[in-house]
C-alpha cells in the first residue's frame, strides 16, 4: 500500500492567517481525499482531489475557505484560509488502496 | 453507502478476545465490509474487508453473517496498544476511488 507523509505535523496559527498542509505519497495515486477531524469527533471528508481538475467539495466545504491544489500524482496541498479557532482539527489526506490508506494527520491549533 | 451502526463503547481485558459487532442491514451485494481503527491521535488504520466470506490476517478475523446484514471485527489476543476508535464502513467493491465516510465508530478499550 501507499505511504503518505504530511507536512506540518503540528501547527499553532493565529486567527485569521492561512497554512497550507501538504500531502506526499510515495506512488501515483488517481485521487487524493482531504478529511477533518475536529475535537472529539469522527473523520469529515472535505474534497476529492484530481490530477488535473478542479477538487470536488462536500456539503459544508468552500473552495475559498479550503483551496485544493494538485499539480502531480503524488502530491497535493490543502490550505486552510483565513482561520478561526473553529478550524482548530486534524487534518488528513488519503488515497486509495486496501480500501484507503490515510496520512499521519496534521494537527492545527488557531487560537 | 449503506448504514452502519455500532456501539459506543466496550471494554476488554488484556489477552481476551475483542468482539466488535456492526449492523449494515441496508448493505447492497456489491458492498464489502472495511474496518479500520483510529489510535489516538493518528491516522486511521485499515484492518480487513470482506465481501460475504469470513476472512482472515494477521491483525483479525472478520465474521460477516450470511445474509449479510452484520459482522464481527474479531481481535483475538488483545493487547493495550489495541485500545482505539474502531470503524465498520460498507463501501462498494471496486470502487477504490469511492469517498469513504465515517461513522462515531467503537471505542475500545483494552484493560490490562
Known amino acids: 500500500s501507499a505511504v503518505i507523509s504530511q507536512k506540518p505535523s503540528r501547527d499553532i496559527c493565529q486567527r485569521g492567517t492561512s497554512l497550507t498542509i501538504q500531502c506526499q505519497v510515495d506512488s501515483q495515486v488517481t485521487m487524493m481525499f482531504w478529511y477533518r477531524q475536529q475535537p472529539g469527533q469522527s473523520l469529515t471528508l472535505i474534497a476529492t482531489?484530481?490530477?488535473?481538475?478542479?477538487?470536488?467539495?462536500e456539503s459544508g466545504f468552500v473552495i475559498d475557505k479550503f483551496p485544493i491544489s494538485r499539480p502531480n500524482l503524488t502530491f497535493s496541498t490543502l490550505t486552510v484560509s483565513n482561520m478561526s479557532p473553529e478550524d482548530s482539527s486534524i487534518y488528513l489526506c488519503?488515497?486509495?488502496?486496501?480500501?484507503?490508506?490515510f496520512g499521519p494527520g496534521t494537527r492545527l491549533t488557531v487560537l | 453507502d449503506a448504514k452502519t451502526t455500532q456501539p459506543t463503547s466496550m471494554d476488554c481485558a488484556e489477552g481476551r478476545a475483542a468482539n466488535l459487532p456492526c449492523n449494515h442491514s441496508?448493505?447492497?451485494?456489491?458492498?464489502?465490509v472495511y474496518w479500520y481503527r483510529q489510535i489516538h491521535s493518528q491516522g486511521p488504520q485499515y484492518i480487513i474487508h470482506?465481501?460475504?466470506n469470513n476472512e482472515t490476517n494477521e491483525m483479525a478475523s472478520l465474521i460477516i453473517t450470511e445474509d449479510r446484514k452484520s459482522s464481527t471485527l474479531i481481535l483475538p489476543h488483545a493487547t493495550l496498544r489495541d485500545t482505539a476508535v474502531y470503524y465498520c464502513?460498507?463501501?462498494?467493491?471496486?470502487?477504490?476511488?469511492?469517498?469513504?465516510?465515517f461513522g462515531k465508530g467503537t471505542l475500545l478499550t483494552v484493560n490490562p
Open positions: 482531489a484530481n490530477q488535473g481538475s478542479e477538487a470536488t467539495y
Open positions: 470482506g465481501l460475504k
Open positions: 441496508t448493505i447492497s451485494g456489491n458492498e464489502y
Open positions: 488519503s488515497v486509495s488502496g486496501q480500501g484507503r490508506v
Open positions: 464502513i460498507a463501501l462498494p467493491g471496486g470502487g477504490s476511488n469511492y469517498k469513504l465516510t
